[in-house]
């Protein structure tokens, strides 16, 4: 049976190092050499994921900013699932100035960062993840992307745990039935378009494919992993994962720096 093997990259598929385990790597070009399809499932933005499949082209499928973007490889095809309108950016801005956060806002054309200050005590414990794949942009900069970009697909924020959970808290009940708020990572509070989930980038790729769900294997470590690790006919935590995730996993494994993916991957092929 063809598999839809479907990653998450930081702190799934990608090290602390940002790069992938070798024979992971290796694990994912012999899948996609005996027929299956391999799909990148991501908070990150298009273009930030672009430079992952770009270095390793074993992937037919991104599925980015938590499914808003959608992006066919092979055919250069981008279906864009929403956006986040200009009120509610400016509200997000704010929110960002009151917490001191780092922001990252993206649309199916580049990926922008925005830091209100020079030093954040807080990254020095964190993992760099994608923070140099971003534009780096002035505030006036950013005031004029939002006032002309109709397009932007996702705005998060980043911060301290602590803060994290604070901006959740406020975020979640101010845009309530508007739009879907998500801790992942730990570390960031993303804001997507209501009703869009990674999940539903692995379905409508599944129906271009005419593939049922149990062709879906599915490996993540954060709550923006849940639907896919709960529906996925095989779904693996990593053991660094969240614990909401690891009580729906099929299987807990490895965490993101060991060889487990790989390990899993080819006793499926």
């Known amino acids: 049976m063809k598999k839809i093997f479907v990653f998450d990259l930081d702190g799934t598929l990608l090290t602390h190092q940002n790069t992938i385990n070798s024979f992971t790597l290796e694990a994912i070009k012999k899948a996609k050499e005996s027929g299956h399809i391999n799909i990148i499932a991501t908070g990150r933005g298009l273009q ?7 270095s390793y082209p074993y992937f037919d499928y991104l599925v980015s900013n938590n499914g808003t973007i959608i992006y066919d490889i092979l055919n250069h095809k981008v279906h864009l699932n929403g956006f986040i309108d200009k009120e509610t950016l400016r509200l997000l801005v704010q929110t960002s100035l009151e917490f001191k956060s780092l922001i990252a806002i993206s649309t199916p054309e580049d990926s922008y960062l925005y830091s209100s200050q020079n030093n954040y005590t807080w990254l020095n414990s964190q993992a760099e993840m994608d923070l140099n794949a971003y534009n780096l942009i002035s505030y006036e900069q950013l005031e004029k992307l939002i006032e002309t970009n109709s397009t932007i697909s ?4 980043r911060n301290s745990q602590e803060t994290i959970k604070e901006i959740y808290s406020i975020l979640a009940t101010k845009l309530k039935n508007k739009y879907k708020v998500t801790i992942t990572n730990r570390i ?76 899993e991957v080819l006793k499926l092929i």
């Open 154 to 157: 996702q705005f998060a924020f």
């Open 48 to 54: 930030t994921t672009k430079i992952i499949s770009d």
């Open 188 to 263: 960031f509070v993303d804001i997507n378009p209501l009703n869009v989930d990674k999940f539903n980038g692995i379905e409508f790729i599944l129906k271009q494919n005419n593939l049922k769900l149990d062709n879906v294997v599915a490996f993540g470590d954060s709550s923006n992993d849940f639907l896919m690790i709960k529906n996925a006919n095989i779904g693996f935590a990593m053991k660094n994962a969240t614990e909401d995730l690891i009580k729906v996993a099929t299987k807990v494994i490895g965490d993101c720096n060991s060889d487990a993916i790989g390990k």
